[in-house]
C-alpha cells in the first residue's frame, strides 16, 4: 500500500517499491468538498458515435455525497487524476469519424485565484478512424507546479446532422502535479517501463501509469501481455469498455500560450 506524506494538500508521493504483479491502480483519496469536479463522459450520444457513445476521458472518477448544512445532501463527480510530470499527456476516446467532426480544443486553466486564467488553448488534429488519441503539454507553455490543481477541458464540436449546425460536447476533470520524495525520486528511473506503469499505478500516479502503459502498447500493439495489463489498468478505474478501442498515434497539437 502506497504511503502518502501530506504537505498542505497533496504534494508529496513516498513510492512503495512494487513486484511483478497484476496491475492495479490505487486511487488516492480526492480533494476535499467540491475540489476537482467534473465530467468524464460516457453518457449516449445522440446516434453518430461508436455504438452510440460519446467523448470519454480516461481519468478516475470519484462519487462522493456531501453534507451541505445538517440536512441537505449533495452527490458530486470528482475528475481528477496525479502527475509527477511538468508536462504531462491526457487521454481521450473519440468515438466518432473523422467526418462527423468538425473540430477539437483542448483547454488548460489554473483556477487558484478568483479570475481564472487560461494558461493553454490549442487546436487539435482530427483523428482519422475513432479511437482513443493523446494530448501532450507543449513545452513551451508554463510547467505544471507541485501541488497545484489545473482544469484541463476538451471540447468538441460533432456534425451528428449536416442539416444543422454542430453540436457542441466535451468532457473536463482536474491534474495535479504531486512531488515525489526526493530519496525515493530515481525508482523510476532504475526501473524497467513495464515496472514503472507498477510504480505509478500501485502508488495513485495515474497520468503516469496510463501513459507510460500506453507508449508501450503503442511501441508493441501484439503484445499480449501489455494488452491485458492495459485491460487491468483501465478496469481499475471502471474503463474496461476502451481496452479493445485502437490508440492512434495523433493527434498534433497547434499550441498557443495564453498570456
Same mark, same amino acid.
Given at each position: ?61 470519484? @462519487? ?19 502527475t ?9 476516446f ?28 490549442t ?18 507553455t ?46 523510476? @528511473?532504475?526501473?524497467?517501463?513495464q ?29 499480449p ?9 483501465? @478496469? ?9 478501442q ?14
Amino acid at each position: 500500500m502506497a504511503l502518502l506524506g501530506i504537505i498542505g494538500y497533496y504534494p508529496m508521493i513516498w513510492i512503495t517499491p512494487v513486484a511483478a504483479i497484476p496491475i492495479t491502480f490505487s486511487p488516492p483519496p480526492p480533494p476535499p468538498d467540491r475540489g476537482a469536479t467534473g465530467d468524464r463522459g460516457g453518457a449516449a450520444s445522440r446516434g453518430c458515435g461508436v455504438s452510440n457513445q460519446s467523448a470519454i476521458a480516461l481519468v478516475p472518477v470519484y @462519487k462522493e455525497t456531501l453534507n451541505q448544512r445538517q440536512t441537505e445532501a449533495v452527490s458530486v463527480t470528482k475528475v481528477w487524476g496525479l502527475t509527477t510530470e511538468e508536462y504531462p499527456s491526457f487521454w481521450f476516446f473519440v468515438p466518432y469519424q473523422k467526418s462527423a467532426i468538425n473540430s477539437i480544443e483542448f483547454v488548460l486553466k489554473d483556477e487558484s485565484s478568483k479570475l481564472s486564467q487560461t494558461l493553454y488553448r490549442t487546436t487539435v488534429t482530427i483523428p482519422e478512424v475513432p479511437g482513443i488519441i493523446s494530448i501532450r503539454l507543449n513545452s513551451t507553455t508554463p510547467p505544471l507546479q507541485i501541488d497545484k490543481m489545473y482544469h484541463w477541458f476538451f471540447k468538441m464540436k460533432i456534425i451528428c446532422n449536416p442539416q444543422q449546425p454542430p453540436e457542441r460536447e466535451y468532457v473536463e476533470g482536474w491534474v495535479q502535479r504531486a512531488n515525489l520524495n526526493p530519496k525515493l525520486v530515481d525508482s523510476p @528511473k532504475q526501473a524497467t517501463p513495464q515496472q514503472r506503469v507498477n510504480l505509478y499505478a500501485k502508488n495513485g500516479i495515474w497520468y503516469d501509469a496510463l501513459t507510460t502503459l500506453a507508449e508501450l502498447r503503442l511501441a508493441k500493439p501484439e503484445d499480449p501481455t501489455l494488452a491485458v495489463e492495459w485491460m487491468n489498468l483501465l @478496469k481499475s478505474v471502471d474503463l474496461e469498455n476502451l481496452a479493445k478501442q485502437p490508440l492512434i498515434k495523433c493527434c498534433q497539437a497547434n499550441a498557443k500560450q495564453q498570456k
